[in-house]
């Protein structure tokens, strides 16, 4: 390419020496290719970074890039991007010729962002890359952080999210009066506010082709309950995104965050887990109340014999010992173990919780979340929150040897509460003893295993019967799902938590010489006045209200 063809900033880039002139020529050949600025595809390309190339500018050209305010023009502009994804895109619409779009971004570490904005617009997106805080000014002045009064940024904590607040006059609209270009915010205020009015804990944010579909768990089924317009999907995004700082998790597969809710006087959690799908973005949402948690306890407390509720309430009434909870991840073993640390919490302080996800902010307990700590690890942050010496510690997930070995040391002089993922109490004895912990456990530093089993309930809609292979050797008649459009529509079923609590008494531990079968740690179970696991699921199982199939591996 002569001389002649390249443009000035590419020529006195190369006098700077700033450029070679392989890289100019690879970015001219993509600018043919692409269309779009020089600059742009000399940043993407990471031949110059935005700091280098704006200082450049005012250096060498003499002039002052990027004064976005005075660059647009005709302020209807702005309109034509929604303010929730210009704040999470950090992007600003500065200029409109024809089908082009001219935006300002602040980075290019999202390869959709030019895709996504021209699917939103229907117009070509002409990018211009702009240091990030000139976009930030930018964004406060045209979209204000706070746009919507019910959406309270914190530069630390949680987002909040306000329902419904009288002396600001904020309050859902009912959704009857909602229209398909209402804004994300208004939706989703009005979705949580009908989920708490009908005493629905968790959420579903599915997209599929037609719509944006969002349907509430009940006690015994899952309702689709609204259906939004398809292209109100990329704004939803963009507020479920930014509300629960799901743009922090980025370099891990899970995506969780956490927005705190106000109802007037009365704050809730709302958990958000999103997951990336064909159709696009899907979403667990699940609210959380410390109030309706101590209910639940109650509730889950009520299935318990009196022996086995006396015995979880004696466990950590001494000044020391661990008690684990065990089962599968997922909502299941998240309710317990809040339900269980808040009154622990107000109790022994203070409390200190290492928790992967903190799924619930909890009174009275300093709780770290450790997925957000990228530069240290489980066991040093387990020996950092235990120098506080906590009269409490707990710790959710434990997830590998050493910070087991840890916990037990600290049960040893303090209370531990510690979360296993092992199906049962059985599975959780054999990981302990197979990583070489007999000696404490026969010390009787472990107080008590209290499992919990989340089973599918069956779907009413599809009840089948079936014959399962009893212990005995005998068929047991159950009850299965056969799929139907209620059950397979959103891949998910309501579930029903079973507990079981295995005492760690002088019986338990003298089993521990070998790894202890089942059959051994049920008749310790009974002995101590309880019910084993597996009796509470099959009479569930029997009376219609499990799936016997989601039950089987605990019935074996």
Not at 66 to 74: A, E, G, H, V
Not at 110 to 119: D, K, V
Not at 272 to 279: A, I
Not at 345 to 359: D, G, H, I, N, W
Request: proline letters at 6%; charged letters at 25%.
């Amino acid at each position: 390419m002569t001389t002649d063809n390249r443009p000035v900033m590419g020529e006195l880039l190369l006098r700077e020496g700033i450029l070679t002139e392989t890289q100019l020529t690879r970015a001219l050949d993509e600018q043919k290719r692409a269309g779009g600025r020089l600059g742009y595809h000399l940043i993407r390309l990471g031949y110059v970074n935005v700091q280098r190339l704006s200082q450049f500018m005012r250096d060498s050209m003499g002039l002052i890039p990027y004064d976005l305010p005075q660059w647009i023009k005709d302020p209807s502009v702005i309109d034509l991007i929604p303010g929730n994804l210009a704040q999470f895109y950090q992007v600003i619409p500065v200029e409109k010729d024809g089908p082009m779009l001219t935006v300002a971004i602040a980075d290019l570490d999202n390869p959709s962002i030019i895709p996504a904005l021209e699917e939103l617009t229907g117009l070509t997106i002409d990018p211009v890359v702009c240091p990030r805080e000139t976009v930030i000014r930018a964004l406060e002045q045209f979209y204000g952080v706070a746009k919507d009064p019910g959406v309270v940024r914190n530069l630390a904590g949680d987002h909040l999210f306000v329902l419904a607040l009288h002396g600001k006059r904020i309050r859902p609209i009912h959704w009857s009066a909602l229209k398909p270009d209402s804004s994300a915010a208004e939706w989703l205020r009005t979705v949580l506010a009908e989920a708490i009015r009908t005493g629905s804990r968790t959420i579903y944010v599915k997209p599929d082709e037609q719509a944006l579909r969002i349907a509430f768990k009940g006690a015994d089924n899952i309702e689709d309950r609204f259906a939004l317009a398809p292209q109100k999907r990329q704004e939803m995004d963009a507020l479920l995104i930014e509300l629960a700082r799901l743009r922090d998790h980025r370099s891990s597969p899970r995506q969780e965050g956490r927005v705190r809710l106000q109802v007037e006087a009365r704050f809730l959690t709302l958990h958000v887990k999103q997951m990336s799908t064909l159709q696009g973005n899907r979403y667990t949402l699940t609210l959380y109340d410390e109030k309706v948690l101590a209910r639940d306890w109650q509730r889950l407390m009520s299935q318990l014999a009196p022996a086995e509720r006396e015995g979880i309430q004696d466990c950590l009434a001494g000044g020391n010992g661990l008690l684990l909870l065990t089962g599968a991840p997922g909502a299941g073993i998240s309710e317990v173990y809040y339900t269980l640390l808040g009154p622990l919490a107000r109790a022994f302080k203070p409390t200190v919780a290492l928790e992967e996800y903190s799924l619930l902010a909890v009174e009275g307990a300093a709780q770290m979340e450790v997925s957000r700590e990228r530069e240290a690890t489980w066991p040093e942050l387990i020996t950092m929150a235990l120098k506080q010496e906590p009269a409490l510690f707990a710790l959710f997930p434990i997830k590998e040897r050493r910070s087991m070995e840890l916990a037990l040391l600290a049960a040893s002089h303090t209370r531990v509460l510690g979360v296993l993922h092992q199906p049962d109490a059985a599975s959780a004895l054999r990981w302990l003893l197979r990583n070489q912990f007999r000696s404490p456990l026969r010390a009787g530093v472990l107080k008590g295993i209290l499992t919990v089993a989340s089973v599918a309930q069956v779907c009413p809609h599809c009840k089948l019967p079936i014959e399962v292979p009893g212990r005995d050797g005998l068929p047991l008649a159950l009850f299965t799902r056969q799929g139907c459009e209620h059950c397979l529509r959103w891949e998910s079923l309501p579930t029903t938590e079973v507990l079981e609590w295995l005492p760690m008494t002088e019986m338990a531990r003298g089993l521990l010489a070998d790894e202890p079968k089942p059959e051994d740690l049920r008749r310790v179970i009974v002995e101590a006045g309880g019910v084993p696991l597996s009796q509470r699921l099959l009479v569930l199982a029997q009376e219609g209200l499990l799936d016997a199939q989601d039950a089987r591996e605990y019935l074996a």
